[in-house]
T-cell receptor, first 114, second 115 residues
Framework: SAVISQKPSRDICQRGTSLTIQCQVD?????MFWYRQQPGQSLTLIAT?????????ESGFVIDKFPISRPNLTFSTLTVSNMSPEDSSIYLC???????????FGQGTRLTVV | KQEVTQIPAALSVPEGENLVLNCSFT??????LQWFRQDPGKGLTSLLL?????REQTSGRLNASLDKSSGRSTLYIAASQPGDSATYLC??????????????FGKGTSLLVTP
């Protein structure tokens, strides 16, 4: 299994600003992902964080808005840039452990943009 | 595109009841299926993982079954308790690396167990 620590757990931000969310895994993992959960909705994949290279983004998500870093096998960051109220969501980091079978999630970052 | 549907969307039961949550998916070509629990405003806790070759998995009062050919999974919760109150999410993983490794989620079943 893997324990994923995400911070901050929540934040209230002004529109037009940026927030960087950190995700730390307690062991080396094969893959890391970032998801968004808008109010009342299920999880939507933003991107796959690739170690040492650019993230792979899903349709509707772009690097300028959601830059992602993954400098090593245990750490990743997601930045939500130039925020608007529509960015208010829970952002979740996920990882696949060895054998790439079971997925684990962090506790999420609850973002409110005012 | 894989579509995952969970029924019912919400469920309220008295403590002690046995209950069944349903999950269906449109493409039977999956690698595995996971059931998660999510408490309000929190992250996801993995409950059970079923590989595509398996029929069921059990953990304590939880039992999950998988019928891949019909695109269905059920989560059975025995002797429900108020602490079971949460949203339960079903997610399927694509079959191979060409399809990616990320999960496709249903919208969840919101469960309330009343004392």
């Amino acid at each position: 299994s893997a324990v994923i620590s995400q911070k901050p757990s929540r934040d209230i931000c002004q529109r037009g600003t940026s927030l960087t969310i950190q995700c730390q895994v307690d062991s080396q993992v094969t893959m890391m992902f970032w998801y968004r959960q808008q109010p009342g909705q299920s999880l939507t994949l933003i991107a796959t964080a690739n170690q040492g290279s650019e993230a792979t983004y899903e349709s509707g998500f772009v690097i300028d808005k959601f830059p992602i870093s993954r400098p090593n096998l245990t750490f990743s960051t997601l930045t939500v840039s130039n925020m608007s109220p529509e960015d208010s969501s829970i952002y979740l980091c996920s990882a696949l452990t060895g054998g790439a079978t079971e997925a684990f999630f962090g506790q999420g970052t609850r973002l409110t943009v005012v | 595109k894989q579509e995952v549907t969970q029924i019912p969307a919400a469920l309220s039961v008295p403590e002690g009841e046995n209950l069944v949550l349903n999950c269906s998916f449109t493409d039977s070509a999956i690698y595995n299926l996971q059931w998660f629990r999510q408490d309000p405003g929190k992250g996801l806790t993995s409950l059970l993982l079923i590989q595509s070759s398996q029929r069921e998995q059990t953990s304590g009062r939880l039992n999950a079954s998988l019928d891949k050919s019909s695109g269905r999974s059920t989560l059975y919760i025995a002797a429900s308790q108020p602490g079971d109150s949460a949203t339960y999410l079903c997610a399927v993983r694509p079959p191979d690396s060409n399809s990616g490794y990320a999960l496709n989620f249903g919208k969840g079943t919101s469960l309330l167990v009343t004392p």
